[in-house]
């Protein structure tokens, strides 16, 4: 399996910016693809996830209503649209992929064993 985040930039607060992550090699339709970030010092949290099959989304309390997660299954790539950039959502972000999960296990980082290299956010002004 591999992933290929990209996407990441320099903004400044209130902007936007949108984060894709290709795969190749999930052997089937039944995964999650999750977003994750960590900024330096802190642990890697979770941002938010779906299910490649349902297309149902998942989101951490601190970027719903914000950020929208969503797949192009024929393009195997998932996106991360990010609205109303703050300074705190600085961080580098890593997009993940796992089969088998049950929905207490989504938003769990240590549950993922496919990961993207990352690509950094960094919102300042």
């Known amino acids: 399996v591999q992933l290929q985040a990209s996407g990441g930039g320099l903004v400044q607060p209130g902007d936007s910016l949108r984060l894709s992550c290709v795969t190749s090699?999930?052997?089937?339709?039944?995964?999650?693809m999750g977003w994750f970030r960590q900024a330096p010092g802190k642990e890697r949290e979770f941002v938010a996830a779906?299910?490649?099959?349902?297309?149902?989304?998942y989101y951490s309390g601190s970027v719903k209503g914000r950020f929208t997660i969503s797949r192009e299954k024929v393009k195997n790539t998932a996106f991360l649209q990010m609205n109303s950039l703050k300074p705190e959502d600085t961080a580098i972000y890593y997009c993940?992929?796992?089969?088998?999960?049950?929905?207490?296990?989504?938003?769990?980082?240590?549950?993922?064993?496919?990961w993207g290299q990352g690509t950094l956010v960094t919102v300042s002004s």
């Open positions: 090699g999930i052997p089937s339709n039944r995964f999650h």
């Open positions: 993940a992929a796992q089969a088998g999960l049950i929905d207490s296990s989504v938003s769990n980082f240590r549950a993922y064993d496919s």
């Open positions: 779906i299910k490649w099959s349902s297309g149902n989304t």
